[in-house]
């Protein structure tokens, strides 16, 4: 080390963060805190990740079911936080309200004003500098070598140039994954999906209720997304069915709503099957003839990219094994993700897990011996089973869900 605990040129590490938004941002940040020569890869035009709204979707593709999805963020055109914005910064950049022209000062601003503070967290800390945009990681893969001194290839792409396809490949120290994990949906399985005439869409391509103007729509999913956009469809359609997995999902807050619209939002428990005249058969027997369905059903951990030869894997959504969410135990150190956890307060959790990351590369902290770390994984899948978890919940950290 040298003064200011900043490292000497030679420990000086090459780290490749993939991916702009939150997490991949104040990861560049603490990485280069830490004295580290930092690239961030990122395959849109701009920073901010989910937060960069995209009018477009997947238009060829409406159900999302190819791999990787085209389009990366899933919000729609009125989303506001749910979350009040005092917990949507990061520890000493406050998310503070800016008396300006054109930003939002509410509480609880529209997803705008994210996309805002996160380019005014890239100014502060000169983080732009650190971030190739419009250039997606093809393909993540050890680099040939010994294991002590393991190092990644990455193979970029440049998305700028008029083809598109030339990969260019560059060897670093460390990579750290940041790519997001709201993006590829998952889809339930319903007896005649494939048959039913109707529009059937995922929450990830819903962007603005006009389109289901006079329609019936059955949206599936009581998650905060299908109750907002159950509600937002609700003011331009003849009537929409909320689907519920069970009773229990159906909180008071919602009885109370549901309430409130009896005579255009109805709850429906369950959808039996699809049938080819467009109907929707619900648990109960009952149907309707629906013109469109939306399934707010939750989005899959996916990284196209990641070639860790059977180290890391995604099992029912649960990417593993991974030491306290972020660290593969036979990858560690060289290879990190930043952001798998969900329920929890982004910002913060995703700066804490970046912290430690660039402490660990660059020695100021150590992580236990790999069969620890493999035996504390193990430990809390046992305990999450113990507990009634599915594997599915293995990242759930918390609480509530804003995305579902
Ligand atoms: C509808 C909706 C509502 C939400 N509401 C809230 C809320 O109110 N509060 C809250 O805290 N959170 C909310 N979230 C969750 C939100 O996504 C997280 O808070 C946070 O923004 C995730 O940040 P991230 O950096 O992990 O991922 P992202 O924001 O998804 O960023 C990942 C980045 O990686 C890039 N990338 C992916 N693959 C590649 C590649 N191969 N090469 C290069 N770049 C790549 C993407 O383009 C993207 O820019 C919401 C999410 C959704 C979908």
Known sequence: MVGNGIMAPSQRKKVCVIGAGMAGLVSARELRREGDDVTVLEQRGDVGGQWLYDPRVDGTDPLGTA??????????????????????????????????????????????????YLKDFCDAFGLMELVRLNTSAARVALAPGPTPTRQWTVSSVDLGKCNGTEEEEEVFDAVVVAN????????????????????????HSYRVPEQFRDEVVVVVGCGLSGMEIAMEVRGVAKEVHLVAKSMEEVTQGLAKVLAKHSVSLHLQLHVERLCQDGRVV???????????????????????????????????????????????????????????????????????????VAHVLSGKRTLPPEEEMMRSVEEFYHARDIAGVPKKFTHDVSLFDITT
Not at 90 to 101: L, M, N
Not at 303 to 322: I, K, Q
């Open 67 to 116: 791999e990787p999805v085209k389009v990366h963020s899933s919000l729609y055109a009125s989303l506001c936080l749910i979350s009040a914005r005092e917990t949507m910064g990061f520890t000493d950049f406050p998310f503070a309200p800016k008396p300006k022209d054109g930003r939002d000062s509410r509480r609880f601003p529209g997803h705008r004003e994210v996309y805002l």
């Open 180 to 203: 997001g994990h709201y993006s590829q949906p998952i889809l339930p399985t319903i007896k005649g999906m494939q048959v039913w005439r109707g529009r059937q869409m995922h929450s």
């Open 282 to 356: 619900f648990g109960d027997g009952s149907s309707v003839l629906a013109d469109t369905v939306i399934y707010c059903t939750g989005y899959n951990y996916t990284f196209p990219f990641l070639d860790t030869e059977g180290a890391v894997t995604v099992d029912d959504n649960r990417v593993g094994p991974l030491f306290e969410h972020v660290f593969p135990p036979t990858l560690a150190p060289s290879l990190s993700f930043i952001g798998i956890p969900k329920k929890v307060f982004a910002p913060w959790f995703f700066e804490a897990q970046a912290k430690w």
